[in-house]
Every structure is written in structure tokens, then in C-alpha cells.
């Protein structure tokens, strides 16, 4: 197992990793919408999907892997009425064949936003 860190996605904040990489996969913690730059998490649905798939994205290249290759996603949104915008979002950094996923309303997400993914990536 090999931890992985990257300024380019949110740090942690508790006893996790950003990512882990084995042999030949990435599990990612979950990501959520803080711009690693200056900590601001942007308002709106869609602006923090935005920058939840940034992070990821940046994560899995930090990694040694890419967005291309990921298997499976878990997406957690606060209000299953925004999974339309948020499909909508996920369908300009994913491409067919698209991970498999689950998309679950939770009640509270860290530091109150709106949207968490995680992902599972092939090396």
C-alpha cells in the first residue's frame, strides 16, 4: 500500500488518506468542494459539483492514475432534488463506459456542502 498526498485536493482532516494505491487500484477518500488553493468551498449545487470532480480528478492524477479510469463512484448529495444537476456535471468528467455508481442523500456532509464523491480507479 502506498499513501498519497497532493496539495492539488483538499487535505485531511482527521486520521485518513487523501488516496491509497495497491497493486493496481486507487480507493480515494471522499472529496469534497474546498478549493485546495484558498480553502473556499463555492456556493451552489453546481459550482461545488464542479469543484468535487476537480479534486478528484486531480487526486487521481496525483495518483498516478486518471478520471478515465475509474470503476465505481459514490456520490452523497444533502438533497436528492439536485441529482439532475449533478448527473449533469458528472457527465462532463465521465465518459461512456461510465463507472459504475451509487448516489445517496445524506442529511450532513463535512463543513455543511452540499456534495461528497469517492472513487475506485484501475491503476
Partial sequence: MKEIKTNNAPSAIGPYSQAIV???????????P????????????EAQANQVFTNLKNLLEASGTSIDKVVKTTVFIQNMKDFAIVN????????????????VEVSRLPKDVLIEVEAIAEM
Fill in 22 to 32: 495497491t497493486k493496481n487500484m486507487v480507493f480515494t477518500s471522499g472529496q469534497i
Fill in 34 to 45: 474546498v478549493n485546495p488553493s484558498t480553502g473556499e468551498i463555492p456556493d451552489g449545487i
Fill in 88 to 103: 449533469a456535471v458528472y457527465d462532463t468528467y465521465f465518459k461512456e463506459p461510465y463507472p459504475a455508481r451509487s448516489c
